[in-house]
């Protein structure tokens, strides 16, 4: 009932504490039922509910978490930007293309939160952020909106080699943010299994490796990414793009396709003559490239030659929007 109103029953468990949440999924263990998680930042579109219908297909029942990570983003990105529609996610989880409604949604406040803000005068942690500020960033160099929050959390999971490249260059807090709240979600939900996006290629990645690294007991399952007609890979951060810049940024899934269809035409495999096209197809129509990278599908390592299946992979910045894209290619 997408963009209806749905009658209440139709509409998925909200759960917004953890406690609560974990009660939820041991009382769906006691009756026998499998699990699967689908963790989100919400501002919910097609290529999302593609995740919770293959998760549909897989467990008995779904857990559509809702959150923005500020473990993620470091303080000069768009948290506080990030867009938002609670209400209108709820309605589109009530009922997926007419399947059945996702069973709970878990909606938490912040995860990071562990009651040393609150017991806090408002002084005591202006004054804190100030010095912290003052302090400079952590040992590790690198600082996010958690750190940021004063919130007493210290601990990262940090996926050494896979996270390093691709994203992790311009966006060094990423992985160690999306890798940490996906920890404690696992350790929250408690699923058998969780479905993540190619979209976000490296971070599918990282996760998998995660996962058999620390030996969660969790399946990690990928979804090919959902485009819109055009060919632009949906993304929640779309609707900050004007129309122009929405014009300008099908250049990033045009040159994929085009580069997909060069090596499958076997017209070259020189990873330096494709990236060359990409990286002028792009710029050319006005988009600033954060990284056009071919690498190993598996190691995320850069090639010279597509001698294996590779996985191509872009970011860039239309506007102030930056957009990530990636193709794969079977080699
Ligand atoms: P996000 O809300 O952007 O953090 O994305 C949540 C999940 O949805 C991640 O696993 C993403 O990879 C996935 N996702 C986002 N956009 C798409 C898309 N266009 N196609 C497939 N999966 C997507």
Known sequence: MEGGSAAPEELPEIITNKDEMRKWSRAMRCRGKTIALVPTMGYLHQGHLSLVEKAQSLADVVVVSIYVNPGQFSPS???????????????????????????????????????NIGRKGERDIVEELSEEREKGPPASGVSSCVEEMGAGHETWVKVERLERGLCGMSRPVFFRGVATVVTKLFNIVDPDMAVFGKKDYQQWRVIQRMVRDLDFGVRIVGCDITREQDGLA?????????????????????????????????????????????????????????????VDQESLETLGEVDRPVVICIAAWFGNVRLIDNIEISG
């Open 234 to 294: 949906m993304s929640s951060r779309n609707v900050r793009l004007s129309p122009e810049d929405r014009g300008k940024a099908l250049s990033i899934s045009r040159s994929l396709f085009q580069a997909k269809s060069l090596v499958e035409r076997g017209q070259t495999t020189n990873c330096s003559d494709l990236r060359g096209t990409l990286v002028q197809a792009i710029s050319g129509a006005g988009g600033k490239i954060d990284y056009v990278e071919i």
């Open 77 to 115: 990105e768009d948290l506080s930007t990030y867009p938002s529609d609670f209400h209108g996610d709820i309605r589109k989880l009530g009922s997926v293309s007419g399947c059945r409604r996702v069973d709970a949604v878990f909606h938490p406040h912040n995860l990071y939160d562990y009651g």
